[in-house]
Antibody, heavy 117, light 106 residues
Framework: EVQLMESGGGLVQPGGSLRLSCAAS????????MTWVRQAPGKGLEWVAN????????YYVGSVRGRFTISRDNAKNSLFLQMNSLRAEDTALYYC??????????WGRGTLVTVSS | EIVMTQSPATLSVSPGDKAILSCRAS??????LAWYQQKRGQAPRLLIS???TRATGIPTNFSASGSGTEFTLTIGSLQPGDFALYYC?????????FGQGTEVEI
């Protein structure tokens, strides 16, 4: 079955760090740009970052640039998001998404990140 | 950043009704527009890409049109499972941006 499965979310204090993972199954991650999209509680969708198939290009939304790092391990069919200097406004459900020319045809179920003291 | 504005925020309809959802872009995004459905507690699901192309497995009850700055998603006859949140997203310009959503409710 083609699917994405996120993990690594949790409760963290402001200023702390978390590393999210996304395991792909049923397809080769190496064939796709991959993206992280987040959704704050009760809010809409926000694009966070994406990464090219071979990892040679990475892009971030302004609010996370310099604090978050997207990476991938194609051999392990996995995508990652290292999140540092976390803020309350980073609290959200983080989705791993398969990117096809800019639209998102496959979503994981999400992993919840809560930043609170 | 391109601002996507959806209207109405909430659409109150009955099963069997037709629903028409609108999405407006602050700049011309050509046909680089997608629509997603999100049910409570679930991840979004792609309905439409390239402004009017239904995704695999999406019933013909869903149709979409538009280009440039004005887009429409039409649900021909609402089924119980269609009551959900709907988002549009442009992917013409970086960063990709989503509308704030339209809730289709009974």
């Amino acid at each position: 079955e083609v699917q994405l499965m996120e993990s690594g979310g949790g409760l963290v204090q402001p200023g702390g760090s978390l590393r999210l993972s996304c395991a792909a199954s049923g397809f080769a991650l190496s064939g796709y740009w991959m993206t992280w999209v987040r959704q704050a509680p009760g809010k809409g969708l926000e694009w966070v970052a994406n990464i090219k198939q071979d990892g040679s290009a990475k892009y971030y939304v302004g609010s996370v640039r310099g604090r978050f790092t997207i990476s991938r391990d194609n051999a392990k069919n996995s995508l990652f998001l290292q999140m540092n200097s976390l803020r309350a406004e980073d609290t959200a459900l983080y989705y791993c998404v398969r990117d096809v020319s800019g639209w998102y045809g496959l979503w994981g179920r999400g992993t919840l990140v809560t930043v609170s003291s | 950043e391109i601002v996507m504005t959806q209207s109405p925020a909430t659409l109150s309809v009955s099963p069997g009704d037709k629903a028409i959802l609108s999405c407006r872009a602050s700049q011309n995004v050509s046909s680089k527009l997608a629509w997603y459905q999100q049910k409570r507690g679930q991840a979004p699901r792609l309905l439409i890409s390239a402004a009017s192309t239904r995704a695999t497995g999406i019933p013909t009850n869903f149709s979409a049109s538009g280009s440039g700055t004005e887009f429409t998603l039409t649900i021909g006859s609402l089924q119980p499972g269609d009551f959900a949140l709907y988002y549009c997203q442009q992917y013409q310009y970086w960063p990709p941006t989503f509308g704030q959503g339209t809730e289709v409710e009974i």
